[in-house]
């Protein structure tokens, strides 16, 4: 079944630098690429998705980019802010969408 | 507000005993999904709905079941409970359950605390 690695678990950046966050699936019919934000205590909210026909998607501060090849995907973030502390989860679905074990985002002032 | 409702919010009973998790998916929504977020794990897959049929399973144990009814509700009934079992249980809903990729809508979890 598929399997999804995320890396950093942690990762801390300044105030107004960018953050990046990694995954790995093992799937190669996985078709379909969401990232989940979760703030303490409440639900995950998509923040941006990619499917497998593109290479890259951006949507203002947050981008997205997919390999296939090497079956990789990547969040970026720009000029982060503090509201982008949460923890972020990549997810690779087919007929199931499993997640990875989730990375928490800590912005420093 | 995602549209998925989740009931109860909070749950506390003790261990050995059942209890059933209810969902109602968002309207127009034919998957249910279901979760277990233990503290500071990640979201593990239990099991997957479409349309009243079991899709897809993932790591759920024999203690736990689940169904989705002819109005799409959907329930997870939990048994002989352990203190392991202590949880924030999510459902999420999608329109579709294939393989075309679709975006789940998550409620806003049943906290679960065995004592």
């Known amino acids: 079944g598929e399997n999804v690695e995320q890396h950093p678990s942690t990762l801390s950046v300044q105030e107004g630098d960018s953050a990046v966050i990694k995954c790995t699936y093992s799937?190669?019919?996985?078709?379909?690429f969401p990232w989940y934000k979760q703030e303490l205590g409440k639900r995950p909210q998509l923040i941006i998705d990619?499917?497998?026909?593109?290479g890259e998607k951006k949507d203002q501060r947050i981008a997205v980019t997919l390999n296939k090849t090497a079956k990789h995907f990547s969040l970026h973030i720009t000029e982060t802010q503090p509201e982008d502390s949460a923890v972020y989860f990549c997810?690779?679905?087919?007929?199931?969408?499993?997640f990875g074990k989730g990375t928490r985002l800590h912005i420093l002032p | 507000d995602s549209g998925v409702t989740q009931t109860p919010k909070h749950l506390i009973t003790a261990t050995g005993q059942r209890v059933t998790l209810r969902c109602s998916p968002r309207s127009g929504d034919l998957s249910v999904y279901w979760y277990q977020q233990s503290l500071d794990q990640g979201l593990q897959f239990l099991i997957h709905y479409y349309n009243g049929e079991e899709r897809a399973k993932g790591n759920i144990l024999e203690r736990f079941s689940a169904q989705q009814f002819p109005d799409l509700h959907s329930e997870l009934n939990l048994s002989s409970l352990e203190l392991g079992d202590s949880a924030l249980y999510f459902c999420?809903?999608?329109?579709?359950?294939?393989?075309?990729?679709?975006?789940?809508?998550f409620g806003e979890g049943s906290w679960l605390t065995v004592v």
């Open positions: 997810a690779a679905s087919d007929d199931k969408i499993i």
């Open positions: 990619i499917r497998s026909n593109v």
């Open positions: 999420a809903s999608s329109v579709e359950g294939g393989r075309s990729g679709n975006t789940i809508y």
């Open positions: 799937d190669s019919a996985s078709n379909y």
